[in-house]
């Protein structure tokens, strides 16, 4: 199972920040937090991710508590084709352990 | 940018029959990894292979199912009598940290 729990959905405005939030209390040590997104039932498309300091690329930023417990994925910038179901995904760096995924948050951005 | 390519896009076949689905990893990747996704359902892990091998399996990915390397490039799940229920899309993916999918073969069985 998931040891991650996500809002089953949420709106955001094109244009404005889209805040993703992801709770993971029982993350270890080891464990990354990872945030994919799947558009459609396109494959699933890695966005970005931590183990405890905050990380920016050009598609979003990574905000993790000082603790570990929870996060937040931002897009700044929300556009129509964000729209997607956003996987928060917390995984060992070593190893190829498989990613476990949950039911994720829908996103829709609306014009 | 290097992707991970997967053919056919779309499988019909009738149950009982074999199907194998191709993927063509990032051509530096080491690790390799099959998921499916039923309709409306999550994403779920069966099968990592890396050095000639396979790493670990869910139990989804019983007798029927099977995985090979054949040659430096391509990467095959080949499912051996196709039921019903094998109905999914199948996503490949490659690379360790992180992974990277390709958009699926749509598995239909009739």
Known sequence: ?111 | EPEVTQTPSHQVTQMGQEVILRCVPISNHLYFYWYRQILGQKVEFLVSFYNNEISEKSEIFDDQFSVERPDGSNFTLKIRSTKLEDSAMYFCASGRQPQHFGDGTRLSIL
Not at chain 1, 44 to 68: C, F, V, W
Request: hydrophobic share 30%.
């Open chain 1, 1 to 111: 199972d998931a040891k991650t729990t996500q809002p089953p959905s949420m709106d955001c405005a094109e244009g404005r920040a889209a805040n993703l939030p992801c709770n993971h209390s029982t993350i270890s040590g080891n464990e990354y937090v990872y945030w994919y997104r799947q558009i459609h039932s396109q494959g699933p498309q890695y966005i970005i991710h931590g183990l405890k300091n905050n990380e920016t690329n050009e598609m979003a930023s990574l905000i993790i508590t000082e603790d570990r417990k929870s996060s937040t994925l931002i897009l700044p910038h929300a556009t129509l084709r964000d729209t997607a179901v956003y996987y928060c995904i917390v995984r060992p760096y070593s190893g190829n352990t498989p990613l476990v995924f949950g039911k994720g948050t829908r996103l829709s951005v609306i014009a």
